[in-house]
Every structure is written in C-alpha cells, then in structure tokens.
C-alpha cells in the first residue's frame, strides 16, 4: 500500500506538470488564434498537425505507441482550435453516427456539432456561410464510392482540406448482462447484416430483429428498453450511455471507410500532399486516354478514377480523379496546362494524403 501511494503522488506531481505546460501551450495558442485572426489564416491546419504528430513520433522511445500519441494530441489540437475561434461543424447524421465519430476524432469533444440528414445538406449548409467545417463519407472499401458524395463535389465550392481513413466496426451495446436475458435486438439492417456471423455464434439470430432508421437510432431505443440490445458503433453507444457487451463484431474486419472534411480556404503545400479533381475529358475518339496520358508524362501518380454521369445532357460523364501531389507543385501545374482549352478541369481541394 505504501508503494502505491508514492507512485500516486508520482502521479500526481506529473499530472501538476502537464496541467501547467497545457495552459502554457494554449497562451501561445491564443496569440496563434490573434495573429490569424489579422490576417484570415485558417484556424484548422491539418498539414501542420501531421508535421507536429510526425516530430513527436520521431521522438518518442517510451510507453506510448502511435495510436496513443494521436489520441492524446488531436484532442489538445482540437481543444486549441476552440480557444483560438469557436466553429461549428456539420455532418452527415444522426448523432452517433460513423461521420459523428470521424468528426469528433478531428474536432474533439468540445466541438459544436451539427448532424445534418443528408449529404447535400451539409454542402448547402456550408455554402450559406452558416457552419465552417463539414464531414460526408466518400468511399467504402467494400461498397465503393458515395455517388452523391461526388456529385455535391461538382455542384458546391466547398474545398476537400483533410482525408480521414476509419475503421468501421460495430458494437453489441445492451444494459442487459446476460445474453439469454435479450429478448431484441435493434439495429440498421446493413449493420446487422454484417455480424450475422456473431449472431449465429451467439445463438442470437432466433432474437426479434426490430431494423431502424440508423445504428444510432438502434442505440437510443436500447439505452430506452429493457431486455433489448443494439448493433451500432461504438460513439453511439457512448452518446446513449449503453454498455458495451461485445467490440467489433462485424464479419468483415478490414470494413474501412474514407471521409472528407470540407471547408473554404487551400492548404499549404506539405510532405506527401494528394489532389482531388472533377474532369470532363473531350468526347472524341482516345479523348479520355490523352487525359490520362497528360498525367503520365509529367510523372503525376494517379491513386483513384471514378466515373459519375454529369447529369447534364445525353449519356456524358465526368471524372473524378486522386493524385499525389499538391496544386501548386510545378509538375501538376504542367498537368494543368496542357488540358487548357481541352479538357474541363475543376480542382476540389489539396491536402495532406493519410495513411489507410
């Protein structure tokens, strides 16, 4: 018991320490928030960020692993940017939602959230001027890209700033602590589809299966219902206050999905930048591979292409397009030249390429 007690005080003493250098950190915040305040910088950095989370990484030779370290430093950075400007951040909802989740890993817990109901809305939303960050998914890795994702990139202004790559794993979340005790179980049916082989090692798929509108959904009325349970993720569960029996229970464990946050301001060149575009290519016989051909010469590694019909006239199609590099590199802007007057180009935002 004595040696608990001095590592308490051990504790204790660090945790002054840190408290002290947090409130030194947010004072240099708080002249940061000043000066950009004068000049129209943008308060989020997402380059900057991963410079800073590199460096510590770098540095690190202790117990932390590179998981803990961003946890710990993206919520600091998110509750710096609070201090500095206050910002609403809308999203594709409802609470408790994956994009809910995706956005609070960015902006932190003290975020002034918005859950939207559609993709769209959060596109109009920010185009009124009436939030300053938005997050929508944009692809799955097994149900490929969100379509009206893509379009909403051609019908707004607002510029991609940061990509987010989640895993997307679902909870079994009950007050119940026995499973013969659960008498249903709610939750979206693609969700429940995609834990059907839980459920039938459980002995759970004889269960009533009640589908709702999302997993969130699911979550609140299990927080509601005795004898009940909900597949949902794992924010919702934490937002309904509802114990969670089993993690990751989904049949798919490499289920990931990538996320966009959009803004209005252009990223500063950095380390490992990639591009997103929207192009319209002549319609004409090798129009579309003299495109491509344009990225080749110049050395400019295309990642992703995907076609969306333009929704304008006949059977014509746009493309959108992800490569390394940033706008403003000297051989994407080559890239760009030799498409003038050829091929519609729209550039949707550089930023700084995540790992997946």
Partial sequence: MDNL????????????????????????????????????????????????LDRLKGLNDGKLN?????????????????????EKVVFLGPD??????????????????????????????????EAKYGVVPIENNTEGAVGITLDCLGKFDSLIVSEIYMDIHHSFATTCENLKDIKKIYSHPQGYNQCRKFLEEHMLLDIEFVPTKSTAASAKLAANEPYSASICSHIAAKLYNVPILFDKIEDNLANKTRFFILSDFKNQPSIQNKTSILAKTQNRPGGLVHFLQSFENEKVNITKIESRPSKK?????????????????????????????????KWLGSYVKSGE
């Fill in 313 to 345: 006239s006949g059977f014509e199609a746009v493309f959108y397009l992800d490569f390394e590099g940033h706008i403003d590199d000297k051989n994407v802007q080559k890239v760009l030249k030799a498409n003038e007057g050829i091929n519609e180009i």
């Fill in 96 to 129: 408790g939602s994956y994009t809910h989740q995706v956005a609070e890993s960015r902006f932190g817990a003290m975020g002034n959230y918005i859950a939207l109901n559609s993709i769209e809305a959060v596109f109009s939303v920010l185009a009124n001027g």
């Fill in 5 to 52: 007690d001095v590592y308490r005080k051990q504790i204790d003493s660090i945790d002054n320490e840190i408290l002290e250098l947090l409130n030194q950190r947010m004072k240099s915040v708080e002249a940061i928030g000043i000066a950009k305040q004068t000049t129209g910088t943008s308060i989020y950095r997402p380059e900057r960020e991963k410079e800073i």
């Fill in 66 to 86: 590179a998981k803990a370290i961003d946890a710990i430093f993206l919520e600091i950075f998110a509750v710096s940017r609070n201090l500095e400007m206050p």
